[in-house]
């Protein structure tokens, strides 16, 4: 069983940043791929960042060069650097793991940007 935890969402006018972070339980954590995805009102959830367990990251089209996933094996977090912020970066923002074949989600954590 894989709990997650997600943290640091909020108000931020556009052009701030905010860190999102990611806890998650186990101690197999260093074995993990963990993925933020975000959903919007109104439109389906989609993939922002992916960070393997090795550490090699991908990104949206949409995202790239803005933000930045990493994570800390010894906290077991993981992180999302998001900067330049954009009005439609505003959404839940979820962490995902998929580990032995099950799929984890966290609750979530709302990101709001104002113009």
């Known amino acids: 069983q894989v709990q997650l935890v997600e943290s640091g969402g909020g108000f931020v006018q556009a052009g701030g940043s905010l860190r999102l972070s990611c806890a998650a339980s186990?101690?197999?954590?260093?074995?993990?791929?963990v993925a933020w995805f975000r959903q919007a009102p109104g439109k389906q959830r989609e993939l922002v960042a992916g960070?393997?367990?090795?550490?090699?990251?991908n990104y949206a089209d949409s995202v790239k060069g803005r933000f930045t996933i990493s994570r800390d094996n010894a906290k077991n977090t993981v992180y999302l650097q998001m900067n330049s912020l954009e009005p439609e970066d505003t959404a839940v923002y979820y962490c995902?793991?998929?580990?032995?074949?099950?799929?984890?989600w966290g609750k979530g954590t709302l990101v709001t940007v104002s113009t």
């Open positions: 960070i393997t367990r090795g550490g090699n990251s």
């Open positions: 995902n793991t998929n580990f032995y074949g099950m799929e984890y």
């Open positions: 186990g101690r197999d954590f260093r074995f993990m791929a």
